[in-house]
């Protein structure tokens, strides 16, 4: 009987990230589609291309190979990006509520700066410019050394990822410790089990404020305008996985939309104390809320500009006191 019980469980983790996996991917395309061509009023592409038709013709494209100083780290970080959050989707889902150990806020924040630090080495360990082997001398007219080698696109976006996993998703994950504070576990099941006997988290004054927090650091992680500088495309282009090319940019293409849905779903569970389950009416209001995130994701990138570092810092610093308030008062309530 309990080797039954194990397998059910298993094969409905698997069921669970599969659903998942294909709500996610037609995530991209609801924001460019409804959101940024209304917007813009313009057609746009067909709601299934950027996560769905994009991916599987990448798939048969040519793979360059680009210069860098381990080719097999560099390969292999969209891969580990995708199976971050992969895994991070496979711990809330309830079939892992008993193994404690990963079903908690530690292993969840963990695994998102594990996503996060891929950027980082996506950038450093690329040396090339559009996938070709091309060094620029600096020579400017004054320059000390006429031997000096300019940045490389890469290298720059990956400078500034290093600065914004340092500060710039710091409200995302105090919001994230507001349901810790309240509950007083770190346990996911714990965090569903209080709000559903107190309410959901969000009707309350700390929850509305963790939810703001929340709201601009998923921004920031997900690297979505105005808080893409690492990919803007006025400098550094495509940013990180500019050379990524084939298959490695399939992953990433589905990566952004699983992160996309991964977000909408820890809000679901850690403010309104809904356990992700596709067996349940619940996964009604995880595609709910993911829509709904989805849509505010794409106003703000389409009425915002890229912010510079003279509006990240009073934008992050206040939302970083904001979720700090919120811990204080789930405290003090």
């Known amino acids: 009987m309990a080797d039954i019980t194990v397998l059910y469980s298993i094969i409905g983790a698997i069921i669970t990230l599969i659903v998942c996996f294909i709500i996610g991917s037609f995530l991209p395309g609801i924001e460019r589609k409804f959101v940024h061509a209304r917007i813009q009023q313009r057609i746009g592409p067909p709601f299934t291309v950027p996560g ?21 780290i560099y390969k292999s970080l969209p891969i580990i990006s995708f199976l971050a959050i992969l895994f991070i989707l496979l711990f809330l889902t ?3 509520y008993p193994v404690y150990l990963l079903s908690s806020i530690i292993a969840i924040v963990g695994l998102l700066k594990v996503e996060e630090i891929c950027y980082v080495f996506m950038g450093a360990l ?21 031997d000096v080698i300019r940045s490389h696109i890469e290298d720059i976006s990956s400078k500034r990822s290093l600065r914004m996993i340092t500060y710039g998703s710091f409200p995302l994950y105090l919001a994230l410790f507001v349901p810790v504070v309240c509950s007083k576990s ?13 309410g ?3 009707f ?20 979505e305008c105005p808080f893409n500088l690492i990919e803007a495309e006025s400098d550094v282009i495509q940013g990180p996985y500019m ?6 940019r399939s992953i990433i293409y589905w990566t952004k939309g699983l992160l996309m849905f991964t977000l909408a779903a820890l809000f679901t569970i850690f403010f309104l104390g809904f356990p992700l389950n596709i067996f349940s009416w619940n996964i009604i209001l995880f ?3 993911a829509l709904i995130y989805t849509l505010l994701v794409g106003i703000f990138s389409a009425f915002t500009p890229i912010f510079i570092n003279r509006q990240l810092y009073p934008i992050i610093i206040s939302s970083t006191l904001l979720g700090v308030l919120a811990i204080i008062v789930g405290i003090l309530v």
Do not use: R
Request: proline share 8%.
């Open 126 to 146: 690329s040396k090339s410019v559009m996938s070709l082997s091309m060094k620029f001398p600096d020579l400017v007219k004054g320059a000390v050394h006429t």
């Open 243 to 248: 050379e990524y090319s084939a298959g490695y």
């Open 186 to 198: 770190l346990y996911i099941f714990d965090i569903v089990k209080y709000q559903q006997i107190h």
């Open 287 to 289: 595609i709910v809320v």
């Open 52 to 72: 769905i038709v994009a991916p599987i013709k990448f798939i048969f494209k040519k793979n360059l190979e680009p210069n860098s100083p381990a080719p097999g």
């Open 94 to 96: 309830p079939q892992m």
């Open 204 to 223: 309350t004054t700390a929850g509305i404020l963790a939810a703001i927090a929340f709201f601009i650091g998923s921004l920031v992680v997900m690297n």
């Open 200 to 202: 959901p988290l969000l």
